[in-house]
């Protein structure tokens, strides 16, 4: 069976020990994280996890029933229609052409965010295969520090 | 009103009806054990070792259908009843476990005796607390209570700093739990039962495939009905041993590695499997690509994990076993044709007299399958039957004649040796009227064999009948079948004096060679009213068979027992 890239949220209780659940679930059982993100939801008792995950037809069936099996799940989402964005803060020298990087940033819905007497930082926030690319475009300027978020998906 | 932390888990347990809890002392839950010391609503077994007080209330917990009870201390306490969490884990039994935990301002610090319990046991339990607050304690233990017993059982632990029970509080223990994430279901959903009774009523071969579930789900008086009504033939796996009745025509044998020829042919052609509770274990299955290649799949289960986990389903049914066979049964009734299954009955009986479940009985050496044959002659449907892992146990779910679920306690998905003794004394505990006898290995048994000391104090007759062949026999077949007979690490030639081992701990032992010495232990063993040993020299050599050879097809079974009476 082919694998595929599935991005699943997951609404949790928001209490101790369920981030320990989830991973552990996921090592536990053999499964791939590409990416998680973890923040509670406004005016709730809730938090929303972000997955990123690969995996068989099988395997994708499992991961979203073992994680509704969960006592403090709510609800599991597998997106298909989705909003997905993910950011990345990248840290250049100061030497580096600031001009250009802008440029690409904005290209890649970001911008300079931060400056120093050494170096600057620049962010973009896009779909996670476009942040890909934009770190790809970036290399020639010989980053020193790239830091991703990870993925958060909202269903249309 | 107010009382402390330890006040509140004496309360709670009485609240919820437990009539004995199984446990072992220390530091951090000496708050609680003062309590307990204090009242007398409910009994406490002291076993000698954390695992047995686990087991035990496992035990007690299959052989009733209650939920099982045990506690435990912190650190060392806790680690050695992790492999009881596990055991009921793999095999979805209602247990409470109760761990003592250092005091909250010293966790995360390497405290004396302190580990992470609820870290150590997440993979191995439904659920697990760490409780932080007094507050939080009976909110957590009545839902502790509460999950192990619902939807698909298991074990729930309640780790409990020491400050926490040893604090005054309100104590209000909720009559009811809220808990928006956590809803099984029970009811299946209509339509696709529906589809389902269709798709039987259109099948030639239909065949019950009977798991766990339907003992957890108390459902097997529907189940026998829903044979008899569409005169479907079944087979059960080893967790489901009694469901159908040894008597009944309908029942063609046990599945999987070690069943019957005829149950795992039935598996093999049947054209419509109607699993209710069972999972499709690789013990059962075999090579999976194989497995029953001509069969549509109606797979009834309470966790909705299970259904689509391993084998592609056809009609899955999200639903308790019991709910959704009564359903069923009330659409079939008038539907079904049992004539139309006339020809199906007829092949799997065929089976049967092609390669029945025999052996070859001996007049020098007790052979391992008489010595359950006789258990069963004599004691048959009286008796709660325990057992460890390995061929003994193996050998007791071929040839026992199990009359009624909750009559077979075993150890099926974690396979744990020195299961059966402290089981069979919680079995003995929720039943005192009933001959509890543990089938056990001279292997297992060694693995709780301290538990001799707490049968005697307690006056718990439980027998052990230990089929002794020397050997940790079921590891010896297989390097006897598929390891050129290298006997690695598995002859047990040097043995304690059993006899005197029961007796030193204040039980009662029979040294048996013969079926003679058998019978006369097993009735004074009955008569004596004392924690016994028997301890039956069998064929050393003795293979279980049938055998599917791990990975291989279930149609190719290893069949003949060749060696005739060379002891
Ligand atoms: C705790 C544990 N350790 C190891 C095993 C692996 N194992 C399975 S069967 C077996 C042999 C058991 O020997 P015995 O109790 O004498 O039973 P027999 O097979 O001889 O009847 C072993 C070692 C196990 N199942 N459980
Ligand atoms: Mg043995």
Redesign the pocket.
Known sequence: MDKVRRVISVIVANEAQVLARVSGLFAGRGYNIDSLTVAPIPGSNFSHMTIVTRGNRRVIEQIVKQLHKLIPTYKVIEHEEMVEKEMVLIKFSIESPIAEIQALCQAYNGSIVNAGPDMFIAMAADEAGRIAHFIEAVERYHPMEIVRSGVVAMER | MKMSGAQMVCEAIIAEGVKTVFGYPGGAIMNVYDEIYKQNAFRHILTRHEQAAVHAADGYARATGEVGVAMVTSGPGFTNAV?GLATAYMDSIPLVVISGQVPLSLIGTDGFQEIDAVGISRPCTKHNYLVRSLEDLPRILKEAFYIARSGRPGPVLVDIPKDITGEMGEFHYPNKVDLPTYKPRYKGNDRQIKKAVEAIVNAKKPLLYIGGGAVLSDAYELIRELANVGQIPAVETLMARGVMGAENPLFIGMLGMHGSYAANMAMSETDLIISLGARFDDRVTGKLSEFARYADIIHIDIDPANIGKLVDVDYPIVGDVKTVVEKMLSMLREKVDPDRYQVWREILARYDELHPLLYNDCDDVIK?QWVIERIGELVGEEAIITS??????M?AAQFYPFDRPRQWINSGGL????FGFPAALGAKMGHPEKTVINI??????L?NVQELVTAAENELPVINVI???H???????WQTFFYDKRYSE?D?SYQPNWKMLAEACGGVGYDVTTKEEFDTALKSAIEGGKVTFINVAVDRFENVLPMVPAGGALYNMLLEHKDQCDG
């Open positions: 492999t391992p460890d892992v390995g061929q003994h146990q050998w396979g744990t040796m020195g056990t290995g001279d292997g297992s048994i693995m089929l002794n062949n050997f940790l026999g079921m590891v010896r077949q598995t047990l």
